[in-house]
């Protein structure tokens, strides 16, 4: 992937911990975001009657929770700090009403952030890579691989929903299909 790419990036002024210590924390950050977005997702799918699909969310929500956990763990272990924002900066900042969304549309919301946390863990693996940073490769590594995961389940279900178009029978299918995930 091409470095340039990704949204973030370290200040050069900074030493090395801090430079990875903040990279860490902002993917903390992000996996808390992802939570709190898919949770909202849930409710939205929920009110248009998906209650497979808004299931689906919320478990892919607690996933996001794990993630921010297996991070700040990490970080504990290896003697990293991290300051994580409060629940209502985030929620204000995330993203504005989810109101006017299609059900494509918010698969599509979450496919993309999925791609972007990608590119910015392999940002961070790439830091780790050229600063020499061994156990935070190892670490970032088996992260990444997870994470690939993620972008093809949403790009899967994506393509399921491009397929049914709007044809209510087959949303049904897909929302008790997803609902038993
Ligand atoms: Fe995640
Ligand atoms: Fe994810």
């Not at 801090?18 to 860490?24: E, T």
């Not at 990490?74 to 006017?100: A, H, L, P, V, W």
């Amino acid at each position: 992937m091409n470095i340039k790419e990704s949204e973030i990036g370290v200040d050069e002024e900074l030493g090395l911990k801090d430079k990875i210590q903040n990279l860490f924390e902002h993917q903390i950050q992000q996996e808390y975001n992802n939570f709190l977005i898919y949770v909202k997702i849930s409710g939205y799918l929920n009110k248009m009657r998906l209650n497979g699909l808004a299931e689906y969310f919320n478990k892919n929500g607690t996933e996001e929770v794990g993630h921010g956990n297996l991070l700040a763990s990490f970080m504990r272990d290896q003697g990293y700090t991290y300051s994580i924002c409060d629940c209502n900066t985030i929620c204000d900042k995330i993203e504005d009403d989810m109101n006017d969304y299609s059900l494509y549309d918010l698969v599509k919301l979450s496919l993309n952030r999925e791609k972007t946390n990608t590119d910015n863990i392999y940002y961070i693996l790439d830091f780790c890579i050229s600063n020499k940073l061994g156990i935070e490769e190892q670490f970032t590594r088996s992260f990444l691989a997870e994470q690939i995961e993620e972008v093809e389940k949403f790009q899967t279900l994506l393509d399921k929903l491009y397929i049914a178009k709007n044809e209510p029978s087959a949303i049904l299918m897909i929302d008790k299909e997803y609902g038993e995930k």
